[in-house]
């Protein structure tokens, strides 16, 4: 476990920039060989880059981020560290919702800047298929074990289940700090309320829901995982948590007393280029192929 060296800053803007041309490239062949239009044409190319560079080793690091080497999530609870296979993940250290909302000096602030960004950063090496330890979270947030486990024991205590491997077996849907989110608003409170309660900035659970919401609209129109993660704009595993609370919640009383601002967010978003769009997605496969 621990931080891959990453390229050079001056390295990771030559990578952009020939990812860049080639998309552009790939646009013109696109547009001018296969009779695409070019919003069709952009949704194909970016498509084709969710596909391949997937994978945390291809893909270069945004400003703020780092590859780091953790427990994949196949391996069961139990097993001990040493025999577990690892895989790499891209962890995103600076981002301004951990701050929108809170003071910029003082204890707390500094406590609820850390616990937002323990929750998120554990989220994003989950789906990415990989798991943190408590002492990773330790050493990428520069701070001891002692004040992790404090922070994952108060997130537990206010119903949010950390994703880490210590709690592999407790990871469900709805206890994440962005499923629970989305609990919390299908049961009536409003997003202030919310984010309030999950010590998140009302900016990230705005982002959260409007997401729930266009998974919750595309899922029954036969938008499988895969479509919905590209036409949305999010990663396979998150949209599996989404689909896993819509399918549990649609049949419930305080699921239908949201069903018009979810076909309000849906259909905004379908209309304006959703259907359109997987269309052209419908040709790119889940190996990057093609489809007949």
Not at 6 to 12: F, G, K
Not at 158 to 184: E, M, N, W, Y
Request: glycine content about 8%; overall charge positive; hydrophobic content about 35%.
């Amino acid at each position: 476990m621990g931080v891959k060296l990453s390229p050079s800053c001056s390295e990771n803007q030559s990578l952009r920039l020939k990812i860049k041309s080639l998309g552009q490239q790939m646009k013109r062949v696109a547009v001018e060989g296969a009779g695409l239009s070019p919003w069709e044409a952009d949704v194909l190319v970016d498509a084709i880059d969710e596909v391949y560079f997937s994978d945390p080793e291809l893909k270069g690091l945004s400003i703020g981020q780092l590859k780091y080497s953790c427990v994949s999530s196949c391996e069961g609870p139990g097993k001990p560290l040493r025999d577990c296979s690892m895989t790499t993940v891209l962890l995103t250290l600076v981002d301004a919702e951990d701050r929108r909302g809170l003071p910029s000096k003082g204890k707390q602030a500094a406590l609820h800047r850390r616990r937002r960004k323990l929750m998120r950063i554990t989220e994003e090496a989950r789906e990415q298929g990989g798991l943190l330890t408590q002492e990773d979270l330790a050493s990428v947030l520069d701070t001891d074990v002692r004040t992790i486990r404090r922070d994952v024991q108060a997130l537990r205590d206010d119903g949010i289940v950390v994703a880490t491997r210590g709690q592999q077996k407790d990871i469900g849907p709805g206890v994440s700090h962005r499923g629970q989110a989305i609990r919390l608003w299908l049961e009536g409170k409003e997003p202030v309320e919310v984010a309030r309660a999950i010590n998140h900035s009302i900016g990230a659970v705005e982002k959260y829901l409007e997401k729930f919401k266009r998974v919750a609209y595309l899922r029954p129109k036969g938008f499988d995982d895969y479509q919905i993660a590209l036409t949305v704009g999010m990663s396979v595993p998150a949209v599996k948590t989404f689909v896993e609370i819509y399918k549990e919640s649609k049949n419930r009383s305080f699921f239908r007393s949201r069903l018009d601002e979810i076909e309000l967010v849906g259909e905004q978003h379908y209309f304006a280029g959703d259907e359109k769009k997987d269309s052209t997605l419908l040709s790119v496969s889940r190996n990057g192929g093609m489809r007949k």
